[in-house]
Structures are given as structure tokens and as C-alpha cells.
């Protein structure tokens, strides 16, 4: 990926090149994981914090490979280390990328465990061998249409974060979900 490839966005704060240069400083050290990289985007925003923070900084940095977007993001109040961190994160996660690039392109076949943990499962600072474990599988017996409000409804009584429903409007499997903000989000097919 070249430099000039990179799109840059600024919310809430004014463009700095000196973001833009020590962004691409700290991502073209390991330019060599983005070479299967179709666009590339780093954001920079700046918001008020609500917890008495004069500035809540926050950087995403989005890789769209051919198999799968990876997308890092950072929030603190100082954004050189935040890009550090989301830099370091994105490293880590277009290595394992790169790791499994033959399962990806479909050479080789996906693999998962089943059953309970163990110590083995816990390490992921080498992604290398690492096979992810299924623990629990739960079947739905009655996916009857939901309205939005009631699948939101019927999540919030389960205590849930997610509800998996159909959707009366469209006719889709959907999946609503709580934000981190409090507020819902719905997944839908297209």
C-alpha cells in the first residue's frame, strides 16, 4: 500500500499533519502486511468526554483485504498513544491475517474445537496454531416473526446484549444488539 493510497478523516478536529506523518511512520514499519491490502483509512476524532476528560481522543484504522476488513480502534487522551496502541493491535491482527491467508483463500479448511477451555486457550500472543473453542451451542426452536421493538424487548427481559429474530417487516434473520452506548443496533441481511 502506498502512502498516497491512505485516506485520512478528521471528526471534530482539525487536520494535522503531523497525525498523518506519524500515523504512516508507525504503519509503514510493517508495510509488508499490507501488501494484500485493498484501502486503507485511518479517522481521527476529538470529542467531549462525559467522565470529566477535557478531550476524548479516539483513532480507527480500517484495512479492507480481499477475505476480510480489520478494523482497530483506540479511544485516550493522548492521540500519538493512541495510534501507537491501534498501530500495535493492527499488526497483531493483519499477522494472524496473514497466518491463516490459506484458509482465508479456501486451500485449507477452517477448524474448531469443541468443548471446555483449557490454559492452552488463553495464549493469544501466537495465533499461529491457535484453533478457537466452541463452548456452548444453543438451538432456536421458535424464530417466529418479532417486530424491532419486541425482539429489543425480549433481549432487554433475557438480559442479553444480542437477540438473533426474524424480522416481521423484512422476512430476514436479523440480530439486534446493545451498543456500548446504550443505544440498539440491528445486523440484517442485504
Known amino acids: 500500500m502506498k502512502r498516497e493510497e491512505i485516506r485520512y478523516t478528521f ?29 486503507l ?7 467531549k468526554a462525559k467522565k470529566g476528560v477535557v ?3 479516539r483513532v480507527n484504522i480500517s484495512v479492507d483485504l480481499p477475505e476480510t476488513p480489520v478494523r482497530v480502534e483506540q479511544r485516550g487522551e493522548d492521540m500519538y498513544a493512541n495510534i501507537d496502541f491501534a498501530v500495535d493491535t493492527l499488526v497483531r ?12 483463500s479456501g486451500e ?5 474445537q ?6 492452552d486457550d488463553f495464549d493469544t ?9 466452541i463452548v456452548r451451542r444453543k438451538r432456536i426452536e421458535d424464530i417466529s416473526p418479532l417486530e424491532e421493538g419486541e425482539a429489543i424487548e425480549r433481549m432487554d427481559m433475557l438480559g442479553y446484549d444480542f437477540f438473533l429474530f426474524r424480522n416481521r417487516r423484512t ?14 443496533g440491528i445486523v440484517e441481511p442485504s
Do not use: C
Request: overall charge neutral; aromatic content about 12%; cysteine-free.
Open 93 to 104: 491482527r493483519l499477522q494472524r491475517y496473514t497466518d491463516r491467508k490459506a484458509r482465508w
Open 55 to 57: 478531550n476524548d481522543f
Open 125 to 133: 500472543d501466537d495465533y499461529s496454531d491457535y484453533v478457537p473453542r
Open 171 to 184: 422476512d430476514k434473520i436479523s440480530v439486534v444488539y446493545r451498543r456500548k452506548d446504550g443505544s440498539y
Open 108 to 112: 485449507k479448511a477452517w477448524e474448531v
Open 41 to 47: 483509512e485511518v479517522a481521527f476524532k476529538q470529542s
Open 11 to 39: 471528526l471534530g478536529m482539525d487536520s494535522s499533519d503531523s497525525l498523518k506523518e506519524y500515523a504512516w511512520e508507525k504503519i509503514s514499519k510493517r508495510e509488508d502486511l499490507l501488501k494484500h491490502a485493498t484501502a
Open 114 to 119: 469443541e468443548g471446555e477451555p483449557t490454559l
